[in-house]
């Protein structure tokens, strides 16, 4: 089973909409989790990163939240583009030096 | 700053063969992890180096290699191809393991 389950597996949202993503791990020890955007056939690139201590980082129309206690994270994108249409990947790094994936959340941004 | 560079962007080899991918990290990176992102599933942990030392390795069969030279570039090699290799490659690089990691566009490695 994996180790980070993320929800919706995919979503479509009208442009200026928007959209909230969530990420519940069970990876432990728990060293900090990133959200990544992944274009299409690209590599992923970092939107936030987050420790155990923080609770919500921005970047930009991108907030994200992490519940440590529940060990829970959400990415909310607001007012939605066109170019938010990306997979969105939770990535939860452990103490034993393995990254865990979740299997992300296909956004669609329709005009 | 130049990003992580990987070659070749697409790569076509037979089943049965060796395919060989290159990594070029981040000017000052010495961490250098390989995923492989197979269509339609998430991103599976290959390989991680460190300063020209393999440190771990994830739920790969042996025909799954790699090095780290000196320059912290790295190189993936699979050996005796199967169809199911077919998938887009990442690397990805960073200063220390704990940081944030840079990837690269990935190699679109197709087994026919």
């Known amino acids: 089973k994996n180790q980070v389950e993320q929800s919706p597996q995919s979503l479509i949202i009208l442009e200026g909409k928007n959209c909230t993503l969530q990420c519940n791990y069970t990876v432990s020890p728990f060293s900090n989790l990133r959200w990544y955007k992944q274009d299409t056939g690209r590599g992923p690139v970092s939107l936030t990163i987050?420790?155990?201590?923080?609770n919500t980082k921005s970047n930009g129309r991108y907030t994200a939240t992490l519940d440590a206690d529940t060990k829970q994270s959400s990415l909310h994108i607001t007012a939605s583009q066109l170019s938010d249409s990306a997979s969105y990947i939770c990535?939860?790094?452990?103490?034993?030096?393995?990254?865990?994936f979740g299997a992300g959340t296909t956004v669609t941004v329709r005009a | 700053e130049a990003g992580v560079t990987q070659s070749p962007t697409h790569l076509i080899k037979t089943r049965g063969q060796q395919a060989t991918l290159r990594c070029s990290p981040i000017?000052?990176?010495?961490?250098v992890y390989w995923y492989q992102q197979a269509l339609g599933l998430g991103l599976q942990f290959l390989l991680w180096?460190?300063?020209?030392?393999?440190?771990n390795r994830g739920n790969f069969p042996p025909r799954f290699s790699g090095r780290q030279f000196p320059n912290y570039s790295s190189e993936l090699n699979v050996n005796a191809l199967e169809l199911e290799d077919s998938a887009l490659y990442l690397c990805a690089s960073s200063l220390q393991w704990t940081y944030g990691y840079t990837f690269g566009s990935g190699t679109r490695l197709t087994v026919v």
């Open positions: 180096y460190d300063e020209g030392e393999e440190r």
């Open positions: 990535v939860v790094n452990s103490n034993d030096y393995k990254l865990s």
């Open positions: 987050m420790t155990f201590s923080e």
């Open positions: 000017s000052g990176h010495t961490s």
